[in-house]
């Protein structure tokens, strides 16, 4: 089925590991972006590629690096992680913001 | 400062019966509005959204969505809910000049009674 894909599911880690988290969209989107959401609130914007070779700051981008490896992956970095980092990430993609997003079924990321 | 509230984090509706989300936002330019609907283990899958024109919008699932610029509003509804809408369901504000931002509210879940 077309959509976005999301790797892993689950992951802990230790504070001051660091992860990637993998994305992969085949519906032949320009955009991508990364979100966490917490309890309590809105999902925020980590960091998003409105197209292939561009990457650009979110609302809550420290502690965070992103590679837009091709037109169909978008991966998220966490370099040494912290419990703060402990959320639930997701994945989307879009053609345009005219057309909404289409998500992955997010990553639950715990650091301890 | 940009900003979308849900209200309620819970509601609970027995099946059968009409349904109503609140959405409001406080946002600076002109606003492109958006209902997803997470189910259970799910992604979010897009209901509805709103760009311009008629302020009653129509989506999937037989939900429709009302823009109220006046009251800064975007709430959904349903006029009779299945077992099958339980799920978390969200509101999102952005705009063309948002550089694809899109402001999120809370999530809503909604809890069918049988």
């Known amino acids: 089925n077309a959509g976005v894909t999301q790797t892993p599911k689950f992951q802990v880690l230790k504070t001051g590991q660091s992860m990637t988290l993998q994305c992969a969209q085949d519906?032949?989107?320009?955009?991508m972006y990364w979100y966490r959401q917490d309890p309590g609130m809105g999902r925020r914007l980590i960091y998003y590629s409105a197209s292939e070779g561009t990457t650009d700051k979110g609302e809550v981008p420290n502690g965070y690096n992103v590679s837009r490896l091709n037109k169909r992956e978008f991966s998220l970095r966490l370099e040494s992680a912290a419990p703060s980092q402990t959320s639930v990430y997701f994945c989307?993609?879009?053609?345009?913001?005219?057309?909404?997003?289409?998500f992955g079924s997010g990553t639950r990321l715990t650091v301890v | 400062a940009q900003s979308v509230t849900q209200p309620d984090i819970h509601i609970t509706v027995s099946e059968g019966a009409s349904l109503e989300l609140r959405c409001n936002y406080s946002y600076g330019a002109t606003p492109y509005l958006f209902w997803y609907v997470q189910s259970p283990g799910q992604g979010l899958q897009l209901l509805l959204k709103?760009?311009?024109?008629d302020t009653l919008v129509q989506g999937i699932k037989g939900f429709e969505a009302e823009f109220k610029r006046s009251q800064s509003s975007f709430n959904l509804r349903k006029p009779s809910v299945h077992w099958s809408d339980a799920a978390e369901y969200f509101c999102?504000?952005?705009?063309?000049?948002?550089?694809?931002?899109?402001?999120w509210g809370a999530g809503t879940k909604l809890i069918i009674k049988p």
């Open positions: 709103y760009f311009s024109g």
């Open positions: 999102a504000v952005g705009s063309m000049d948002s550089n694809y931002q899109l402001i």
């Open positions: 989307a993609s879009s053609a345009t913001v005219n057309y909404g997003y289409t």
């Open positions: 519906m032949n989107h320009n955009s």
